[in-house]
């Protein structure tokens, strides 16, 4: 008999601990650390999931309880799928630490989700309970005051009846929402059987795509890194190319590489709407060896998937910030493809950061790191600076065309010249340019709807979210005022309710207004949106990228997503509306992230064999970032850039620990966090040059009727920064405020609002 030292698979924070069990003669040649066992847990001897932790011999057991106390394991399940790996073991100890989350939590990034649905013979689902007449009038009616049960309603018009748990994965909702919609009518529950066909759906082969030719810089790349991974150790490197410099081709040839050598890859992208396109190409290249992993994947999907890793039936995963866990043994290399962007910071917890968990994974595995982007982080930059990261730099494009004529435009300018649209007279005079020699265009607009607000010029009222007193975004396809931060929606006002006036302005612009405006302008034209009120469908982001990229549209018009990694060849023209509007948001990264969404865009212009023209319209011309990013010059970028962190001391010059709490009272969370900020200035090492900062507002001050109060830590050693959170429950029991939510502990958010 052994003592094995189990965690539970799902816990709380309250019980995640080690638990020690006896494990029986029978099983002592069965069990191994990452083992799933299932235990008596609990007064009930509950049947619990979980994994052992480490293994001991009796005699040398020196527990807090005797021996003949402890219980028996249950059962050691027979097949060894649902075991974790010796590096996921110690990384769910390494997660726990670093950000602040049970190790359960950790586990469960690492699980396939809904593993346990995978063997039920039913799958249930859900449809709407009311015709189409009724739908109508129920959404016209405001009896719904949430977009995405309106949302949801919609899509099942469309779909007729579908899983439950497509839903809840496709609008990021929990099954209460969908209960809410039962309780007054809307939908009924059903089941049907569910279709096991066996087959890899959506995994099939387009086209063979042979490696092109190299050019010399791409050539030195693979050069270079392939002697990196001959050389083997764990290393990094940052693959700083221009857009349409050809950095996916040196993925290629390295992942080849790697393959060649017995070994696996992963390649990371950003956005869910870049997996079609990235993934055709590297299954073009490697056949069956690819699958690919993202959130809209069902649970049957995503088993399967992750049982081909795990069973080495594939070499290379393609997917989403999630796929870093992939379940690869025998790493050789982790790609991070555009690794500047926000997306790759989860937040919700764990918080964690894929590239530190793939520079983890990285070195376990003894595997090269490689990261790519035209538009590198300033902390990555940083570090390249500093030179503990590898640099390689591509600094022309591929195709041998130069990069595209850029022109900045004061939209100050256009205003005091009588124009009061959303386009430039000189983007206009471009875009019809292209429509006349059937060239596409591409138009970035980082704000969805129509508008920014509902305003009575008279008296100054404003429509706003009752729930998080933000003004709400006017819609015009439904006529609706929805709050982007809560979900909550109503009927826009058509008469002021303070002073009755019918005279109410839409003022700030969105991609809804854009596209009105651009079919007024140009009778005819064909565009398509792309933005998170269009790709809310089934298979619609697929489906908006095949038609723009087989020309059955003039224009692509659409948010951030549209300006991520996509090669379209007809594209000429990019225009970048209100480019400068992201240096209002109340924080540090403002002026980064404005740099790299002007550039990024930029970049999706003249990727062919025609040198392409981008339009950059902005208000505050002389920025900078804005400067900067029309002379697409990133080194002064950089540069200034980085004073700036230095003389504010700010990352990387520090490390920032954000802790949040939210809550009905607001003067009670305030007075929570003042409590906590005085005790923990008397516990801090003042000689560590630490800095608490606060309580402050959140500059999104209120969210769903919670009010939001932080405090910012600013510590130059992350060690020491996580000594100082660790501490924040040791000197506050915060289970005995029963009215608030939290804390949240976030270690240099990407997003500080």
């Known amino acids: 008999m052994k003592i094995v030292k189990v965690l539970l698979k799902k816990s709380t924070k309250e019980f995640d601990s080690e638990y020690s069990y006896i494990s029986g003669d029978e099983y002592d040649n069965l069990i191994y650390e990452g083992c799933m ?43 060894g799928n649902k075991d974790l790996s010796d590096e996921f073991l110690n990384m769910t100890a390494w997660m726990s630490k670093k950000y602040f989350c049970s190790r359960s939590a950790a586990i469960k990034c690492m699980m396939p989700p809904g593993e346990e649905k995978i063997s039920d013979k039913k799958v249930k689902t859900v449809k709407l309970a009311l015709d189409g007449d009724r739908l109508k009038e129920a959404i016209q009616g405001g009896s719904l005051k949430k977009i995405y049960q309106i949302d949801i309603l919609n899509y099942l018009e469309e779909c007729k009846e579908c899983p439950v748990e497509e839903i809840l994965k496709r609008f990021s909702v929990s099954v209460s929402v969908l209960n809410t919609l039962k309780k007054h009518n809307y939908i009924e ?69 790697v393959i060649s050598k017995g070994k696996n890859a992963i390649v990371l992208v950003p956005e869910i709407s870049l997996t079609p396109q990235m993934t055709d190409r590297f299954k073009g290249r490697f056949g069956e060896n690819v699958t690919v992993i993202h959130s809209r994947l ?131 005079e471009e875009l019809e340019k292209n429509l006349n020699n059937k060239e596409q265009s591409l138009i970035l607009l980082n704000k969805r709807g129509f508008s920014s607000a509902v305003i009575c010029p008279e008296c100054g009222y404003v429509q706003k979210c009752p729930s998080c007193n933000m003004a709400m975004t006017y819609h015009l396809s439904n006529e609706r005022g929805i709050c982007h931060y809560c979900g909550y929606t109503e009927p826009a006002v058509k008469i002021c309710p303070n002073c009755g006036s019918k005279d109410l302005r839409q003022p700030g612009i969105g991609t809804q207004r854009a596209e009105a405006e651009l079919k007024n302008i140009f009778p005819g034209i064909s565009v398509v949106r792309m933005d998170m009120d269009t790709t809310k469908g089934k ?15 003039d224009v692509m018009l659409g948010t951030q997503m549209i300006a991520k990694g996509h090669d379209f060849k007809n594209v000429s023209l990019a225009g970048i509306i209100a480019a400068d509007a992201a240096l209002n948001f109340d924080d540090y990264r403002a002026s980064e ?121 600013k510590c130059p050693e992350e060690k020491y920064l996580n000594d100082v959170c660790t501490k924040i429950f040791q000197i506050v029991n915060f289970k005995k405020y029963r009215e608030i939510t939290g804390p949240f502990i976030d270690i240099n958010p990407i997003n500080m609002l």
């Not at 003389?647 to 990387?652: G, K």
């Open 37 to 79: 066992v299932l235990i008596p847990f609990g007064k009930a001897n509950r049947k619990t999931e979980a994994f052992i932790n480490k293994i001991i011999n009796i005699e040398d057991y020196d527990g807090e309880y005797p021996v003949e106390s402890l219980k028996y394991i249950l059962e050691v399940p027979e097949n």
């Open 189 to 257: 529950y059903g089941e049907k059987i569910k279709e096991v066909s066996g087959k890899r759906e959506n995994e099939k082969i387009k086209y063979y795509a042979p490696p092109k030719e190299l050019t010399k810089e791409q050539e030195n790349a693979v050069d270079i890194l392939k002697a990196r991974i001959d050389t083997g150790g764990f290393s990094e490197y940052l693959l700083h190319g221009v857009t349409g410099s050809g950095k996916t081709e040196v993925y290629l040839n390295i992942i080849q590489e």
């Open 298 to 428: 069902t649970s049957r999907e995503r088993y399967d998937r992750w049982q081909l890793i795990k069973t080495g039936k594939v070499k290379l995963a393609v997917g989403v910030r999630s796929a870093v866990f992939a379940p690869f043994e025998n790493l050789g290399v982790i790609i991070i493809d555009e690794e500047h962007d926000g997306s790759y910071k989860s937040d919700v917890t764990p918080r964690y950061h894929t590239a530190e968990v793939a520079e983890y994974r990285c070195r376990y595995n003894n595997a090269l790191l490689l990261y790519g982007s035209a538009t590198p982080s300033i902390d990555l930059s940083y570090r390249v600076q500093k030179k503990s990261v590898g640099y390689i730099k591509l600094s022309y494009r591929a195709s041998g065309v130069n990069m595209p004529a850029v022109t900045l435009v004061d939209m100050k300018q256009e205003y005091e010249s009588g124009n009061r649209g959303v386009f430039s007279g000189l983007f206009l």
């Open 539 to 553: 298979n619609s982001h697929e489906e908006i990228i095949r038609r723009f990229s087989e020309g059955k549209a």
């Open 593 to 713: 992230r404005t740099f790299q969404l002007i550039m990024q865009a930029s970049g999706r212009a003249g990727r062919a064999d025609k040198r392409g023209r981008v339009i950059i319209q902005a208000r505050n011309v002389d920025d900078y970032a804005v400067v900067s990013a029309a002379n697409q010059d990133y080194r002064n970028f950089y540069k200034q850039e980085i004073k700036i962190r230095k003389a504010l001391n700010l990352p990387p010059f520090t490390n920032l620990a954000v802790l949040g709490l939210k809550g009905k009272n607001d003067k009670y969370i305030y007075d929570i966090l003042s409590e906590l900020k005085n005790k923990l200035g008397k516990e801090v090492d003042t000689s560590r040059n630490i800095q608490i900062l606060g309580p402050a507002r959140y500059p999104i001050e209120k969210i769903n009727g919670n009010y939001r109060w932080r405090l910012i830590i």
